[in-house]
């Protein structure tokens, strides 16, 4: 006779694999890949936030700081290639990665300019 006490069961003896994301590189991963079913909300997101913050920003360093005119090549670069791989239905992976980039690069140039 068994009973649930003497009965054997397969699951009891099993390990339960823990799927912690521990490296920087895992949990960036694994934060694209639940980014994955909205490119266009990064894709709008990346548009405005680079159309408000980063186009207004070769003419403050042209006019009042009098940097060169390849900084606003470099900003209209950043900007379409950011619209071409919206637009070319590129993934959140590349969409956020472009955003990053143009973030660090503008920071640099204002603080190269500024200081």
Known sequence: MATT???HTGWAHERAE?????TTDAKLSAFFERQAPYPTIWFLFSL?????VF???????IDYFHAPVY??????????ANLIAGMAN???????SLL?????IHLALLAFYLL
């Open 5 to 7: 006490i003497t009965h």
């Open 48 to 52: 405005t936030f680079q159309g408000v």
């Open 55 to 61: 186009l207004p920003l070769p003419v403050v360093l």
């Open 18 to 22: 823990a799927n912690l994301a521990t």
């Open 71 to 80: 900084i606003l090549v470099v900003t209209m670069g950043l900007f379409f």
């Open 90 to 96: 590129s993934g959140v992976r590349t969409i956020i």
């Open 100 to 104: 990053a980039s143009s973030i660090v």
